[in-house]
């Protein structure tokens, strides 16, 4: 059966390649909308996701980790003293103002801790060390940045908040979901450049528990002594912060329209071009009948018809998108093609053409085998 379906798909040739061309541009479409989305969530939960932080305690109601609001520094004695956390360290996270070399003003979004080493920020140093930051007027910067400010290199000397800084590491990786770059600083240092907003401020406090203690019971009784704060784990943390860029930037919507219209072509051109192959082959489908076969059977050789297109329409769709993906790992494009993305894509098209296929079988259903005699 399955060399009698692909013998009557490959019949007209150029329609196939249509057929599969359409697949492979839908399969693409969806792929690399689903990647760059995929990327840009990553970006944005990037700090989360790789720091050692077990719990993170921010001040009430903040929508994601760029928008932090400050609260008091001297909650973090509170933290400590609470049983069950192993340590506990606060965190600035804050819009600066850079001048670049050439007098214009742009910004970074600083990360000041006092111990980077220890909550695994950054965590891809390119060149330098995190123990730099604390020894004076240094600062480091992720690599991404040199997109947006031009060439950067350790040595260089930046004003920061209008005061002169050295860079002293680049990282890699950081990225933040408005691309604004991500530097890293001294905690005392980031309340020195903006003392107006940070001064005796912090804007999170990262929280690790001790081997054995219980996440909910620790968190609870952090929630009971900060009854201003919001107490999460890295993965609530996170969660937040992806479902704020979703919502109030319409990329949800924007990958849902993208996916409708990618299934919506791959659907139309299968369903065209297996309706008029079927339409040409009346004959062979009657013979198929008047030797004993069932609708079954020819709803069978329909639904070869439509994986063998599906198959190869995606495998030509993935490659250009996969190709993408590591073109855009070399630079600072985020995209994110997961092997769970690409297995869904792949049942999806196969369902989609299956669905397809009902179309052409409810003509063929009512095939007379009779028709097979008829000159």
Known sequence: MVDLALKMLLHERLRVAITVGGIAFAVMLVLLQAGLFGGLLANATCTIDQ????LWITSRNTPNVDFANPFPESRLQRVRSTPGIARADNLIVAYM??????????RVLAYALEDFADWRLPWRLVEGD?????????????????TRFGAIAV??????????????ALSAEARSFS????AFMDFRLAQDLSPYNLRGNTSYVLVRLERGAGIDTVRNELQRRLPFNDVLTRSEWAERTRAYWIKNTGLGINLAVTVFLGCLIGMAIVAQTLYAATLE?????????????SNFDIYRLLLKQAAIAAVAGFCLGALPALAVRHFAAQGTLAFVITAPLLIAVFAGTLLLCAASAVISFRRVASIDPALVFRS
């Open 97 to 106: 103002s850079i001048t670049l070399p050439s007098g214009a003003q742009d």
């Open 281 to 293: 082959h009346l004959k062979e489908f009657g013979t198929v009948k008047a030797i004993g076969g």
């Open 155 to 168: 040595g260089d000397r930046r004003e920061i908040m209008g005061k002169r800084l050295e860079l002293v």
């Open 51 to 54: 720091s050692a932080a077990d």
């Open 130 to 146: 995190r123990d730099s930051f604390r020894r004076g007027r240094f600062f480091g910067l992720d690599t991404s940045a040199s």
């Open 179 to 182: 691309t604004t770059p991500i």
